[in-house]
């Protein structure tokens, strides 16, 4: 039908910024409306932003081909100056829009035959002269052929490199034992979901997120008693949390549809919540790297060759790892996976959790030897 296009009005908002209002009508009842800002401030940033929302009618009342649609575009670009804000970053990328926006309102080749679409919202700091890292982000990718989104909100990385905590800034001398112990943490959030373009804006998305925390702690220390000898006990401490865990379960009286009949099988049952799980792990290690020194003279008080200098390098190493009952939660459990019951299967409660499981110690014992 008739229409009129790209009518609307343009304004500086400020020094900085710039708003765009446009729309486009239809005499058979569609219409496009956009609202576009460009900001620039020397510096510090620039980027735009834009959103477009459409109501999209195709065909004609009353016949088959009539069509009724919303449609939407969400674009938004965001570059922060180097030299703004030494030690954090922000930065936007953001290109969502449904997946008929492009078809039924774009005129434009490529954005027709572009089905995958990406967007990041980024943020990272450190902090001068300490060891701590904090990054955050979210993410989305978008199929517009099979209409599937995927979204990380959000997700957050913190760390704390190596660190002494023990040791004295004006120490002198010969250190401590208790001054060579070494710490580290981090610790990741992370939030997914896999949903389809019709659920993306309801409550189902939160029934669908995949939700996880994790953060580790790992304590070390080395000392060495007497020279070419060292000894390095560890201390590893590991922690998970989910809104979810599972539960199997034997049923012997299960009915499965598909083959209309009774057949034991386990059961795996999904329960909500906020459940935490943890793991804390010893180990000690020591070796000894002695270094051997000899000389060979030959016999021959003649020979060009005076001396033979020659080193042995032998290597001896020990390792062991105990098992302490209670040092961790009971993540892991067993289910009867016969009719029999002889046979049984373990599992963790975490199981597809995003972060896995944390291991547990298994007592074990290495002795090693070698010779160069």
Same mark, same amino acid.
């Given at each position: 039908?008739?229409?009129?296009?790209?009518?609307?009005?343009?304004?500086?908002?400020?020094?900085?910024?710039?708003?765009?209002?446009?729309?486009?009508?239809?005499?058979?009842?569609?219409?496009?409306?956009?609202?576009?800002?460009?900001?620039?401030?020397?510096?510090?940033?620039?980027?735009?932003?834009?959103?477009?929302?459409?109501?999209?009618?195709?065909?004609?009342?009353?016949?088959?081909?009539?069509?009724?649609?919303?449609?939407?575009?969400?674009?938004?670009?965001?570059?922060?100056?180097?030299?703004?804000?030494?030690?954090?970053?922000?930065?936007?990328?953001?290109?969502?829009?449904?997946?008929?926006?492009?078809?039924?309102?774009?005129?434009?080749?490529?954005?027709?035959?572009?089905?995958?679409?990406?967007?990041?919202?980024?943020?990272?700091?450190?902090?001068?002269?300490?060891?701590?890292?904090?990054?955050?982000?979210?993410?989305?990718?978008?199929?517009?052929?099979?209409?599937?989104?995927?979204?990380?909100?959000?997700?957050?990385?913190?760390?704390?490199?190596?660190?002494?905590?023990?040791?004295?800034?004006?120490?002198?001398?010969?250190?401590?034992?208790?001054?060579?112990?070494?710490?580290?943490?981090?610790?990741?959030?992370?939030?997914?979901?896999?949903?389809?373009?019709?659920?993306?804006?309801?409550?189902?998305?939160?029934?669908?997120?995949?939700?996880?925390? !994790? *953060?580790?702690?790992?304590? =070390?220390?080395? $000392?060495?008693?007497?020279?070419? %000898?060292?000894?390095?006990? +560890?201390?590893? #401490?590991?922690?998970?949390?989910?809104?979810?865990?599972?539960?199997?379960?034997?049923?012997?009286?299960?009915?499965?549809?598909?083959?209309?009949?009774?057949?034991?099988?386990?059961?795996?049952?999904?329960?909500?919540?906020?459940?935490?799980?943890?793991?804390?792990?010893?180990?000690?290690?020591?070796?000894?790297?002695?270094?051997?020194?000899?000389?060979?003279?030959?016999?021959?008080?003649?020979?060009?060759?005076?001396?033979? !200098? *020659?080193?042995?390098?032998? =290597?001896?190493? $020990?390792?062991?790892?105990?098992? %302490?009952?209670?040092?961790? +939660?009971?993540? #892991?459990?067993?289910?009867?996976?016969?009719?029999?019951?002889?046979?049984?299967?373990?599992?963790?409660?975490?199981?597809?959790?995003?972060?896995?499981?944390?291991?547990?110690?298994?007592?074990?014992?290495?002795?090693?030897?070698?010779?160069?």
């Amino acid at each position: 039908g008739f229409y009129l296009s790209e009518g609307g009005y343009y304004f500086a908002l400020n020094d900085y910024f710039d708003l765009t209002l446009k729309g486009n009508i239809y005499s058979n009842g569609s219409w496009l409306a956009t609202a576009q800002s460009t900001y620039n401030r020397l510096y510090k940033y620039n980027g735009n932003f834009s959103f477009s929302y459409a109501k999209n009618i195709s065909g004609h009342v009353g016949l088959e081909d009539y069509n009724k649609a919303t449609n939407y575009r969400l674009g938004w670009i965001f570059n922060q100056d180097a030299k703004a804000s030494p030690g954090s970053r922000f930065s936007a990328s953001v290109n969502l829009s449904s997946s008929g926006y492009e078809r039924e309102n774009s005129y434009v080749v490529q954005e027709h035959i572009t089905t995958q679409k990406q967007s990041s919202i980024s943020y990272s700091k450190t902090w001068d002269r300490s060891p701590f890292n904090l990054s955050a982000s979210m993410n989305h990718s978008q199929n517009n052929k099979n209409q599937t989104v995927s979204l990380n909100i959000p997700k957050v990385n913190f760390s704390a490199n190596r660190i002494t905590p023990f040791k004295s800034r004006n120490s002198s001398g010969t250190a401590k034992w208790y001054e060579e112990i070494q710490l580290q943490y981090t610790a990741a959030l992370d939030n997914q979901v896999s949903t389809t373009e019709d659920k993306l804006f309801t409550g189902q998305v939160w029934k669908d997120m995949r939700s996880g925390f !994790r *953060h580790e702690a790992p304590l =070390s220390l080395q $000392f060495r008693p007497f020279r070419n %000898f060292s000894i390095s006990p +560890s201390l590893s #401490y590991a922690g998970v949390a989910y809104t979810q865990k599972i539960e199997k379960t034997w049923d012997p009286n299960y009915y499965n549809p598909d083959i209309n009949e009774v057949v034991g099988t386990v059961i795996k049952d999904t329960i909500r919540g906020l459940f935490y799980g943890q793991a804390l792990n010893p180990s000690i290690s020591a070796s000894f790297n002695p270094q051997i020194f000899g000389e060979f003279t030959p016999i021959n008080a003649n020979s060009r060759i005076q001396k033979i !200098r *020659h080193v042995m390098k032998p =290597s001896v190493g $020990f390792s062991y790892i105990p098992y %302490f009952k209670g040092l961790s +939660s009971d993540m #892991y459990r067993q289910v009867q996976v016969d009719t029999t019951g002889n046979r049984y299967e373990e599992y963790s409660i975490f199981e597809g959790g995003i972060f896995g499981t944390p291991a547990l110690s298994q007592k074990s014992g290495n002795v090693s030897f070698s010779l160069v």
